[in-house]
């Protein structure tokens, strides 16, 4: 069965950096686009950065362009996100995703089928 297992999560200090991870099984990332997405208390799953299959082209919230980039290995079947700057306002719990590579929507929720668990990330001021 698929499974996708985030991790790197935690308590981190506003300016500070923080790089989560999500391993793949079940599933060749390869042959998937991957997204991250993360969820604050009492708000909407949200749309953080995405990546294609190959790691050609990459798409990111304009409220984390320029300081989250996201990354694979598709060697090693996991994907990262590398967060640097972080604002208190980047708390969230944040998920890792995967879907087939059809279609031009990459910040869709519903149309990624795969998610992990999730990692909490708490930014601190």
């Known amino acids: 069965q698929v499974q996708l297992v985030e991790s790197g999560g935690g308590l981190v200090q506003a300016g500070g950096s923080l790089r989560l991870s999500c391993a793949a099984s079940?599933?060749?990332?390869?042959?998937?686009?991957n997204g991250w997405f993360r969820q604050a208390p009492g708000e909407a799953r949200e749309f953080v950065a995405a990546?294609?299959?190959?790691?050609?082209?990459?798409h990111y919230a304009n409220s984390v362009k320029g300081r989250f980039t996201i990354s694979r290995d598709n060697a090693k079947n996991t994907i990262h996100l590398q967060m640097n700057s972080v604002k208190p306002e980047d708390t969230a719990v944040y998920y890792c995703a995967a879907k087939l590579p059809f279609g031009n929507d990459y910040d869709i929720p519903d149309d990624f089928p795969y998610w992990g668990q999730g990692t909490r990330v708490t930014v601190t001021s």
């Open positions: 079940g599933l060749t990332f390869s042959s998937v686009d």
């Open positions: 990546i294609r299959w190959s790691g050609g082209s990459t």
